[in-house]
């Protein structure tokens, strides 16, 4: 298999990387309970999800 003949410089290296970051979830909250929940994902808190209920949560 081939290898590279020279090598990459850094400058080179740490443009490949700007864009290998950890990025936070976006978090708005419940329109049921008001508690924090990541967008597109059923509220953990009351199991509601866009004003429905999704999902029965134990007590």
Do not use: F, W
């Not at 003949?5 to 936070?24: F, G, L, P, Q």
């Not at 508690?35 to 949560?57: D, K, N, T, W």
């Amino acid at each position: 298999m081939p290898n590279p003949k020279r090598r990459h410089s850094a400058s080179r290296r740490d443009k490949r990387r700007t864009h290998d970051k950890a990025v936070a979830p976006q978090l708005t909250q419940c329109s049921n309970c008001g508690s924090a929940v990541i967008y597109h994902r059923v509220c953990p808190e009351c199991g509601y999800y866009r004003g429905e209920l999704a999902i029965e949560v134990k007590a």
